[in-house]
């Protein structure tokens, strides 16, 4: 499996971060991916990170999921771009996993694709949400599209992800290594 996380400057580092390191320490094939012209973007809280990829130079039709952090501006820059939009509706098209936290199901929302779905995301965002069922769980799985309310939710969404791909030992085992009690 190959997974892309697509970063936008102002994107909530904590999200992100979690989820890559997780990820990696399952040993998915993860990689970053600026929106930007450039590898250099600049998260939410001024954290600058180098991604691994640039948009323009990805060929998407090796990726079998995207990861969407949230974050502000990161999630209105994922928004109002159309090659975002365009991929990620594709991907729905292609029945490929979507993966979105926090306020990042806004993009979904967006690319037109959530119809009949239900979902969460962070509080404050659920009314520019329209088309899905929302709910308050920490984690939402409907078909291929999984979605996490937060920062508070990260280390769960990276969780369940490694056992979406990797089964459920493989998540349990994760979380023993990372000492994750919850």
């Known amino acids: 499996m190959i997974f892309k996380m697509f970063l936008a400057d102002g994107f909530e580092e904590i999200e992100a971060v979690t989820l890559i390191d997780l990820l990696r ?10 929106i930007n012209k450039s590898l250099e973007v600049k998260g939410a809280h001024d954290i600058i990170v180098a991604a691994d990829e640039i948009f323009d130079d990805v060929d998407f039709d090796t990726v079998d999921a995207l990861l969407l952090p949230g974050g502000s501006p990161g999630v209105p820059n994922l928004s109002t771009n159309q090659k975002v939009l365009d991929t990620v509706k594709k991907f729905f098209n292609e029945e490929k996993y979507l993966i979105a936290i926090c306020a990042a199901p806004f993009v979904l929302e967006k690319a ?7 979902i969460t995301c962070y509080p404050s965002w ?3 949400i329209k088309s899905p069922e929302i709910v308050s769980d920490q984690v939402v799985v409907d078909g291929k599209i ?3 309310e937060g920062v508070g939710s990260a280390i769960d969404m990276g969780l369940k992800i490694v056992e979406i791909f990797s089964g459920k030992e493989m998540s349990e085992d994760l979380k023993e290594k990372i000492v994750y009690r919850k």
């Open 112 to 118: 037109e694709i959530l119809d009949g779905k239900k």
């Open 25 to 34: 320490r399952a040993d998915f094939d993860i990689k970053t991916v600026s």
């Open 146 to 148: 999984i979605t996490a």
């Open 126 to 128: 659920k009314d520019m």
